[in-house]
């Protein structure tokens, strides 16, 4: 079964940090670009870092650049997003995604995903 599964949400003060981990069963996720998503209640659903297969290639929304960093360990089949200096708008779901395509080869932001995960909480608060 192809699946992505999230970890490492949790609550944390203004100003402290995270690191959530993305990792892959059923494939290998070596071929394929990954990207992290956010959604906040009564929010759309926004993208917050994206990476290349080969982890040479990572693009950041201009909310997150400069506090978070995405990067891969594709001998342990996950991917990273570092997060630090929360703030109390970073509080969101946070979902992993890729697409098992040429689409996730070719691109380190793919145009769409068709896998994600199931999420983790995440909540800024002091």
């Known amino acids: 079964q192809l699946q992505l599964v999230e970890s490492g949400g949790g609550l944390v003060q203004p100003g402290g940090s995270l690191r959530l981990s993305c990792a892959a069963s059923g494939f290998t996720l070596d071929y394929y670009a990954i990207g992290w998503f956010r959604q906040a209640p009564g929010k759309e659903r926004e993208g917050v870092s994206c990476i290349s297969s080969s982890g040479t290639t990572t693009y950041y929304a201009d909310s997150v650049k400069g506090r978070f960093t995405i990067s891969r360990d594709n001998a342990k089949n996950t991917v990273y997003l570092q997060m630090n200096s929360l703030k109390p708008e970073d509080t969101a779901v946070y979902y992993c995604?890729?697409?098992?395509?040429?689409?996730?080869?070719?691109?380190?932001?793919?145009?769409?995903?068709?896998?994600w995960g199931q999420g983790t909480q995440v909540t800024v608060s002091s």
């Open positions: 995604a890729t697409v098992l395509s040429v689409l996730g080869v070719k691109f380190a932001c793919p145009p769409k995903y068709d896998s």
